[in-house]
């Protein structure tokens, strides 16, 4: 069975940061690319970041450009997202999803973890 399971969310207040990962499971991890999706309370799903199949390209939104950082560790069958900076703007449940990168977008998604950005 395929899974994507998110964890490390939580609430924390503005400029502090957080480290999300995501474990995946039941599909060739190495072969997908992932992405961290988001979506605020309200609001429509963003994309925020991919990395390659083999972690040498990644790209981010320009909202979270410079404060967060993703990588993999395909040994773990992990994704990361590191999160510096936060701004209540990035008050979202974020997602990872993996894709083949074929035009066909994203094959897998989790179930998402919340993430808070508050005093």
């Known amino acids: 069975e395929v899974q994507l399971v998110e964890s490390g969310g939580g609430l924390v207040q503005p400029g502090g940061s957080l480290r999300l990962s995501c474990a995946a499971s039941g599909f060739t991890f190495t072969t997908y690319a992932m992405s961290w999706v988001r979506q605020a309370p309200g609001k429509g799903l963003e994309w925020v970041s991919l990395?390659?199949?083999?972690?040498?390209?990644?790209t981010y939104a320009d909202s979270v450009k410079g404060r967060f950082t993703i990588s993999r560790d395909n040994a773990k069958n992990t994704v990361y997202l590191q999160m510096n900076r936060l701004k209540p703007e990035d008050t979202a449940v974020y997602y990872c999803a993996a894709d083949l990168e074929d035009g066909l977008g994203y094959r897998y998604w989790g179930q998402g973890t919340q993430v808070t950005v508050s005093s």
């Open positions: 990395i390659n199949n083999d972690g040498g390209t990644t």
